[in-house]
């Protein structure tokens, strides 16, 4: 959907309005959409959450927060024109009562009643189903074309959860009304790939198993879990990050055309990437997955403390920070091409990227040319914190003789002065028009959870003991005995 398009008045409740999400995603992407003037006059938001505030008590937190997320570009005047569209329902997610007080507040909003009502679970998975619950019960889940559910990630904690969830939202909400985020696919970089793919007639016929070795995504941060021990040490890196935001990188790259780029036409292509990864035979998983934890080290020159010391970590937790592991897809296109995931908390450097390592030729012509120099042909999608394109190809090496040597081109994917959209803006715009196009399907969440139960069924038996990688590092090297051949290594900045 074009997003230079009017958006429709709305009323916006975010449950778990006083939280972390809310504070560093929602807040801080809603503000920037007022700033740019996107916002009707009558869309107006109600926070709802436990402490027992007003309004101004409200605004004066949220204050607080956006000054700290948006520093010196921090807007007073824009701020008040953000906060009077702003109520606050104080009350309980369990508590029925508290539903009543949300009607009463939906009913007389401050600047105008609005008919499409969306409503933002930035809370616990754990506490979706009382929500779904009490809205149901006093009858905010209708009418369905209007009124819609956003929830995050992780959906479920396995395929069986992520079921029982599922039948809990469709008990009150239709498919249509149900939108599960996943903030990747509003990254910019992210939607790329598939203009990328789709739109270069020179990239498409390579993106096989006949030029393609293997590919590798990796999802870094440097940050640790900061106060998030609470939901994090019960979460670990691979239901937090791979089973979803990897899982979508790895489908973009892999999936077939789509006949149109339609929510549900975009989605059956993944969904079909999805079912066709090879399930991972116990026998098979310690060659196919790895995880670790992060030691004390050094981070951007400062030390920072170790897993087991963050607050609120349980005492000899087994939660994975870090997480690697190998995929192979069983379909014509990719049969025999390994895909490569890692991601971790506290390691060297914030980047993403998405690496795709070529075949050698099949002859090799320049005999003058070392064969450590006859490196194969990559290319690099990064996706954070630069956007680029990066390729590297052979030219003949200046000077008598024929001897080649690797150069590089990086084309990024912005021009000067063009801003970046945060993937939160985009997708919160998204919800509010009804465009379920970079959303996620309960299918694709299904599939990807049948991907990654046997190693988590595995990891929860193997309780004693995780590996270990010094803060600062990428990750420990054992990692390294995922490859299937000796010249696969990581691949650990551009
Ligand atoms: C969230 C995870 O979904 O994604 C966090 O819960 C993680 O643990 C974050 O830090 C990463 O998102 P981004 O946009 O900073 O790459």
């Known amino acids: ?41 009558v869309t107006n938001f109600i926070a709802f959450a436990r402490r027992n505030w007003d309004d101004k008590a409200w605004c004066t937190h949220m204050e607080q927060s956006l000054r700290l997320q948006s520093g010196e570009r921090f807007d007073a005047e824009l701020f008040r024109k953000f906060s009077a569209r702003f109520s606050y329902v104080a009350g309980d997610l369990a508590d029925p009562q508290a539903y009543k007080r949300l009607m009463d507040e939906l009913g007389r909003p401050k600047t105008g009643v609005c008919s499409n009502i969306v409503f933002y679970l930035a809370i616990k998975p754990s506490d979706f189903t009382a929500v779904a619950n009490n809205l149901a019960a006093v009858g905010l889940n209708r009418p369905r074309g209007l009124h819609r ?31 599960r985020i996943d903030h990747y696919l509003g990254k910019e970089t992210v939607q790329n790939l598939l203009v990328f793919r789709f739109a270069n007639l020179l990239i498409e016929p390579l993106w096989n198993r006949n030029y393609i070795d293997h590919v590798q995504i990796t999802v870094g941060e440097s940050a ?48 079909k990437v999805l079912r066709s990864i090879r399930s991972i035979p116990r026998r098979a998983l310690h060659a196919h997955a790895f995880r670790a934890q992060y030691r004390a080290g050094i981070v951007d020159g400062k030390q920072v403390a170790g897993y087991q010391d963050e607050a609120g970590v349980e005492p000899g937790s087994v939660t994975e920070t870090f997480v690697a592991a190998k995929f192979l897809i069983d379909n014509w296109r990719w049969r025999g091409v390994p895909f490569y995931l890692r991601t971790g908390k ?30 194969p042909n990559w290319i690099v999608l990064s996706i954070q914190p630069s956007e680029n394109m990066h390729l590297e190809i052979h030219a003949k090496q200046p000077g008598l003789g024929m001897r080649t040597h690797m150069i590089q081109m990086d084309a990024g994917y912005r021009g000067d002065g063009e801003r970046p959209i945060d993937a939160y803006e985009a997708l919160l715009l998204d919800i509010v028009r009804g465009d379920a196009t970079n959303f996620i399907r309960f299918d694709e969440v299904e599939w990807a959870w049948r991907v990654v139960d046997p190693i988590l069924k595995f990891w929860a038996q193997e309780r004693d003991f995780i590996p270990s990688y010094s803060a600062g590092t990428w990750g420990p090297e054992e990692s390294d005995r995922l490859f299937e051949w000796d010249y696969q290594t990581w691949r650990d900045g551009l």
């Open 1 to 41: 959907m074009n997003q230079e398009e009017p958006l429709y008045p709305c009323s916006f409740v975010i449950f778990g309005a006083t939280g972390h999400l809310a504070a560093t995603k929602l807040l801080p992407a809603l503000y920037k959409l007022e700033a740019q003037a996107r916002l009707p006059d």
């Open 149 to 179: 559910v956003v929830v995050e990630k992780p959906f479920g904690e396995d395929l069986e959860s992520a079921q029982v969830l599922n039948e809990v939202l469709h008990r009150h909400f239709d498919e249509q009304q149900i939108f």
């Open 224 to 271: 640790g879990i900061g106060t998030r021990a609470d939901y994090y040490d019960k979460t670990g890196a691979l239901r937090d990050m791979l089973q979803n935001h990897m899982m979508q990188l790895l489908t973009l790259v892999a999936m077939e055309p789509p006949p149109a780029l339609e929510a549900d036409a975009l989605r059956d292509e993944k969904v």
């Open 346 to 375: 506290r390691l060297q450097r914030q980047t993403s990227a998405i690496a795709i390592r070529f075949r050698h030729p099949p002859q090799q012509l320049f005999s003058e040319t070392p064969l450590e120099n006859m490196d």
